[in-house]
């Protein structure tokens, strides 16, 4: 089998004091804390999209990257070089995971049994690799957002047609990921939502939505799929108005339509940016509500307003990240999957060894701070303190359903003066520096 990185050997931990950029500073699979391996916690994962199939196109600009894997005329010879540049490029890395749309394993035809066709073709291949090489399958999805059938939408098109073909992409998918053993099945709504009410039924098209996706459920257990749904958050782009805009926004429609049970979230950093939250506040609101799933590892540029999809190298984000997993007790069937791309100027096939390592190391390091505060109970502990009112008296019987307004009214009334504390944040920040700058 062809080598298409042939200059890359197998990249190894060699500790902080490395020089060697092709090697890891700080992630070190075989590491264990609280009774896990590194590796065992983080479970990274290779996007398809970003690593083997992106160009360097922007809006303004083509093509700057030249893969060789991309250059075979044949649609499946294509498929099968780009799964076995992936494949070595997970071997060589170490990642254990990896992830995919249905449209970037192969090229879509133009009728649709014509590409169910070649999935399989390709899937067998994937298969192979798969028992060959013991990488696994993070999770499946569906690109129902880049063909013009979209524009206006897939399960919230206004067009019955296109919600029907999305249907069958999602069967399609599912059925893939299913035979794969995805761990994960991941909803991104790319187009679900609307540019302006002056043409749009938007209740139609939240009801649609929610029809949609209890059809997956259905056709999970009828297929028997054992891994979980997620949904991804999106806010804005790549419409206005997009239905899954953030966590709680999400949390909230599978409320109303009763899914909350079958579903979690798939949080991704950089859109947790564009929602204006940040990467933990997403984190955070998953978690205690249950529906942590899985981690999209990126991040944003504070000063450009759409979807950067940049390496994460961003100590403090991955730190209280990390914080956010260790108090949800890790990720389940989730993992951190490398939703990132190099900047359009880092074209050499070598900077995606480069840029995934980055983003490694730095989601190890971050997960050897954020082990040690909660260890240490750094924040717990002052938390715990800044609640205690709730513990006893008035706080504990208002926790206890014990009192209504009546008597909070007579409790007030007997109160000479409200004293607070002090939020120490600034000390806190501090004490998150000092951790930051201590643990190696």
């Known amino acids: 089998m062809k080598e298409f990185f ?3 050997k197998e990249i190894k931990y060699e500790g902080a004091e490395s020089k060697n950029d092709l090697a890891f500073k700080y992630y070190n699979k075989d590491e264990v804390l ?18 083997l199939k992106a160009q360097g196109v922007d809006m303004f600009g083509g093509e700057t990257m030249d893969r060789e894997w991309n250059k075979y005329e044949n649609v499946l010879e294509r498929a099968k070089a780009r799964a076995n540049a992936g494949f070595e490029f997970m071997q060589k890395l170490g990642l254990e995971y ?11 035809s133009m009728m649709l049994a014509d590409s169910n066709k070649l999935l399989d073709e390709i899937v067998d291949h994937i298969e192979e690799l798969m028992k060959k090489t013991g990488r696994k399958l993070l999770w499946g999805t569906t690109n129902a957002f880049s063909h013009p059938r979209f524009v206006h939408g897939a399960s919230t098109s206004p067009n019955a047609d296109v919600f029907a073909y999305a249907a069958a992409q999602v069967k399609k998918a599912m059925d893939i990921t299913n035979r794969l053993g995805g761990e994960n099945y991941v909803l991104w709504g790319g187009r679900e939502g609307y540019e302006t009410l002056l043409n749009t039924n938007s209740e139609l098209e939240y009801d649609n939505f929610a029809r949609f996706l209890k059809m997956v459920v259905d056709y999970k257990e009828k297929i028997g799929f054992k891994g979980q749904l997620l949904i991804e958050p999106k806010p804005k782009e790549p419409t206005k108005h997009q239905y899954d805009f953030d966590t709680a926004t999400v949390l909230a429609f599978l409320r109303k339509y009763n899914l909350d049970k079958y579903y979690k979230v798939n949080i991704e950093a950089n859109h947790a940016t564009l929602a204006g939250h940040t990467f933990q506040h997403e984190l955070n609101l998953a978690r205690i509500n249950g529906v942590l799933g899985s981690i999209d590892a990126n991040q944003g540029d ?10 994460p190298t961003n100590i403090y984000d991955t730190t209280l990240a990390m914080y956010e997993v260790v108090k949800n007790k890790g990720l389940g069937s989730g993992g951190l999957n490398f939703d990132a791309k190099v900047r359009r100027g880092s074209f050499e096939d070598k900077d995606l060894f480069l840029a995934y390592i980055a983003g490694m190391d730095t989601f190890a390091k971050g ?3 954020a082990y040690r505060l909660y260890e240490d109970k750094v924040f717990e502990d002052f938390i715990d303190k800044r609640y205690e009112s709730y513990k006893t008296g008035i ?8 009192v209504g307004f009546e008597e909070l009214s007579k409790y007030a009334e007997t109160l000479t003066e409200v004293k607070n504390n002090s939020g120490r944040q600034e000390m806190l920040e501090s004490k998150l520096n000092q951790y930051i700058f201590e643990v190696k």
């Open 6 to 8: 042939p200059e890359i």
């Open 34 to 51: 609280g009774g896990k391996t590194m590796k065992e916690h983080l479970r990274f994962a290779m996007s398809y999209w970003h690593t």
């Open 98 to 108: 990896f992830c995919f749309h249905d449209r970037d394993i192969i090229d879509e």
């Open 302 to 311: 504070m000063l450009l307003g759409w979807d950067t999809d940049q390496f």
């Open 367 to 369: 997960l050897k701070i």
């Open 395 to 402: 706080g504990k019987d208002i926790i206890d359903g014990k």
